[in-house]
Nanobody, 124 residues
Framework: QVQLVESGGGLVQAGGSLRLSCAAS????????MGWFRQAPGKEREFVAA????????YYTDSVKGRFTISRDNAKNTVYLQMINLKPEDTAVYYC?????????????????WGQGTQVTVSS
């Protein structure tokens, strides 16, 4: 069993930056693919970014490329999402997720574990 706890959300002006963190419990963290999703009010949960177990590969949705960076520290059982040049359309609840393997990462149904989410609000 893996438990995920997100932190770092908040209110920021457009153009600003935030760094989200996701702390994982369990001894399998270094074996897991980690990802970030987001869900805006009235919309479906959407994929944001994913990173392989060793950080060797990353994958982003087009709308965040060049602005968001996913990284991980296996010694700390933590995955991060650095967000710069934030836009109002980035406003959402951001969820951390974990799975084994690096296939079908854009599909919410392929992920096994989820955090409770952290709110990110970007004002214009």
């Amino acid at each position: 069993q893996v438990q995920l706890v997100e932190s770092g959300g908040g209110l920021v002006q457009a153009g600003g930056s935030l760094r989200l963190s996701c702390a994982a419990s369990g001894r399998t963290f270094s074996s897991l693919t980690m990802g970030w999703f987001r869900q805006a009010p009235g919309k479906e949960r959407e994929f944001v970014a994913a990173i392989t177990w060793n950080g060797g590969s990353t994958y982003y949705t087009d709308s965040v490329k060049g602005r968001f960076t996913i990284s991980r520290d296996n010694a700390k059982n933590t995955v991060y999402l650095q967000m710069i040049n934030l836009k109002p359309e980035d406003t959402a609840v951001y969820y951390c997720a974990a799975k084994f393997g690096f296939t079908l990462v854009e599909r919410t149904t392929s992920w096994s574990y989820w955090g409770q989410g952290t709110q990110v609000t970007v004002s214009s």
